[in-house]
């Protein structure tokens, strides 16, 4: 009878054990915003609509109302029918926490290799994203941008 609890209680332990180890490799919020914006970023380059909007809300933001969510969406979907290829380099990525929210501010780069659709906003760009924690993942609701570099055209 001691040797079947014994067992029962070691037994329980190696099930419970990974259980609770497992559960101690959350990936920081700050991280997990990162992973976010590298994964829009390809879906940019692929012009994947769905990779681009996916991690926005539903009441996105972008450039104080120059860009919703459905709008960027239309862009990417423009941009692959055309064939045409965006080049995405990304800087460092900067996160600070504002109480529940994190704010993710970076520089990016776009390129492309024809005039195209783009020509006019295609630079490198200061961005400041906000992102809040909705349903479990971390969603941007708000992002602004501007030049970091001006061209003599501009």
């Known amino acids: ?28 919020d700050e991280e997990q915003v990162r992973q976010v914006i590298a994964a829009v970023s390809r879906g940019a380059e692929s012009a994947s609509a769905g990779d681009v909007v996916a991690p926005l809300s539903k009441d996105f933001d ?22 045409e290829h965006i080049g995405v380099t990304m800087g460092p990525v900067t996160i600070e926490h504002r109480g529940a929210r994190i ?36 969603l941007c609701y708000s992002a602004s941008w501007k030049r970091a570099i001006s061209s003599s055209d501009d």
């Not at 860009?67 to 960027?72: G, K, Q, Y």
């Open 1 to 28: 009878m001691i040797g079947t609890t014994k067992f029962m209680c070691l037994l329980i332990v190696l099930i419970v054990l990974p259980m609770g180890v497992s559960a101690c490799r959350h990936t920081p």
């Open 62 to 83: 972008g450039n104080a109302g120059e860009l919703d969510r459905r709008s960027l969406g239309n862009m990417v979907r423009l941009v692959a029918l055309r064939g």
């Open 103 to 138: 704010v993710a501010t970076f520089t990016v780069g776009l390129s492309s290799g024809s005039g195209g659709l783009l020509p006019g906003r295609l630079g490198v760009y200061q961005v400041e994203s906000a992102w809040r924690h909705e349903d479990g993942e971390w």
